[in-house]
């Protein structure tokens, strides 16, 4: 299966195995289930038993991603014992009402989410859905980006004349906005002081910067071990470590 797709959403059990996917390459899993709400595509589904599951959420943070987490979520819920679930996050962002409604509904799962930052997780990927997640993590070089929500306006020459449209755009703007940093507050411990100008410089940080903000709880990278067995073939293992 293909990852090079602009939006993927996949569903991984502890030992890499697909469990469900947006993606049409879902052959080799057991049963079937046709997603609604924009995902045309069937999924593919493979019994969960005692694993521990991966969701692995790549691109633009829109509805489509936002439909799928819940049906994920759902499938998970489903089980007599829903296991701890790993969220793994590359995305440049995209909608705020998205991103908002995936972060709630991760929070609300009741297995727990950790929430693993690779590469880069920008605006709404960030602020909202790995703010959804019970422990965040982040790799050591992945990069991170906090700003305050903006909106493109589009208004005829009446709507503008009235001022009805700027002032209810305004609006909507200030809501988004103060929720934002209310779930930055929350998060981190931090002033609504210190959270809105964070949010007003709006710049890329690193993980280490995000850490000591209390924006992400782990920063991690990857070590790689190599060993020769008894037969004099090299085998190599990759070990998580936790940066101080």
Known sequence: MSNDRTDFFALYDINGKLLTTNSADGSKAETGLILGDGLSNKIKISLLEKTSPELRLYGVVNEDMANYVRQAIMFLEAGAQPPSLKATITSTGGSVLAGMEIGSILSGYSGGVHGHVQRYAYSAAAQYI????????AHKYSRLLFHY??????????????????????????????????????RTGRTEREVRKLLCKGHVMTAKECKDFGLIDVVYSNKVTKTVDPTGNARFKQNLIIEQ
């Open 130 to 137: 790995l703010m959804g997640c019970l422990i965040r993590y």
């Open 149 to 186: 929500v903006r909106a493109s306006i589009f208004v005829s020459e009446h709507e503008l004349s009235g001022h009805n449209r700027i002032n209810q755009t305004f609006k909507d703007l200030k809501e988004s906005n103060d929720q934002t940093v209310e779930i930055l507050m929350e």
